[in-house]
């Protein structure tokens, strides 16, 4: 079993609509949760952080863990063109940057 | 940001050569510099760790030997691809970070170096 799993789509809305992604995950020991955004070609930029299990907003994007069900998600409103790209979601124990990945989801929202 | 760049953006050799691709933290010093392969529709797969001025630590499977990373200071990180083949053609990426106030030490990764050996 991976110890990180997201579904790679692709997925594809309108302009305007919400987008939620998801990730689950098998060890009970991680403790900070990552989602970051790629455009093609290039590396990875973080986009939110949580620690341990609750709710972050940051404008549009939203980050839900619950620990007691190893889920998390990203919630992403009135969904823009320039949101389209791959969204991992990364994982780590001790906050010393040991990161697990998941495959990344594939975004696109149409104009 | 802190921006992280690498160089090449691509580069493609022949089997059996050596390619290195330079890591560099623009505008702070990076005390912990990462290395990353990434297949596509996989997973960024860690590939070792490594720290201004000490060796690397590579993850289990992750030949050492093949993958040379030197980090000769805190802002440049290099990785080798000795004797390269085809199973070696990926997107590298670097990743590097420094001590934080705050709880959490965020890694800012380069734009990664697509490799391909014919």
């Known amino acids: 079993q991976k110890e990180v799993e997201q579904d790679p789509g692709p997925l594809s809305v309108p302009e305007g609509a919400i987008v939620s992604l998801n990730c689950t995950y098998s060890?009970?020991?991680?403790?900070?949760f990552m989602w970051y955004r790629q455009y093609s070609r290039k590396g990875p930029e973080l986009l939110m952080y949580?620690?341990?299990?609750g709710n972050k907003e940051d404008g549009r994007f939203t980050a839900q863990v619950d620990k007691s069900s190893k889920y998390i998600s990203l919630f992403i409103r009135d969904s823009q063109p320039s949101d389209s790209a791959t969204y991992l979601c990364a994982m780590d124990q001790t906050g010393a940057n040991n990161l697990f990945f998941g495959t990344g989801t594939r975004l696109t929202v149409i104009p | 940001g802190a921006v992280v760049s690498q160089h090449p953006s691509r580069v493609i050799c022949k089997s059996g050569t050596s390619v290195k691709i330079e890591c560099r933290s623009l505008?702070?010093?990076?005390?912990?510099m990462f290395w990353y392969r990434q297949f596509p529709k996989k997973s960024l797969m860690l590939m070792a760790t490594?720290?201004?001025?000490?060796?690397?630590?590579?993850e289990q499977g992750v030949e050492k030997d093949k993958f040379l990373i030197n980090h000769a200071s805190l802002t440049l990180s290099t990785l080798t691809v000795t004797s390269a083949h085809p199973e070696d053609s990926s997107f590298y990426i670097c990743?590097?970070?420094?001590?934080?106030?705050?709880?959490?030490?965020?890694?800012?990764f380069g734009p990664g170096t697509r490799l391909t050996v014919l």
């Open positions: 060890n009970s020991a991680f403790q900070y």
């Open positions: 505008d702070f010093q990076a005390t912990t």
């Open positions: 949580t620690y341990s299990s």
């Open positions: 490594s720290n201004e001025g000490s060796k690397a630590t590579y």
């Open positions: 990743s590097a970070s420094s001590p934080s106030t705050y709880s959490y030490n965020e890694q800012f």
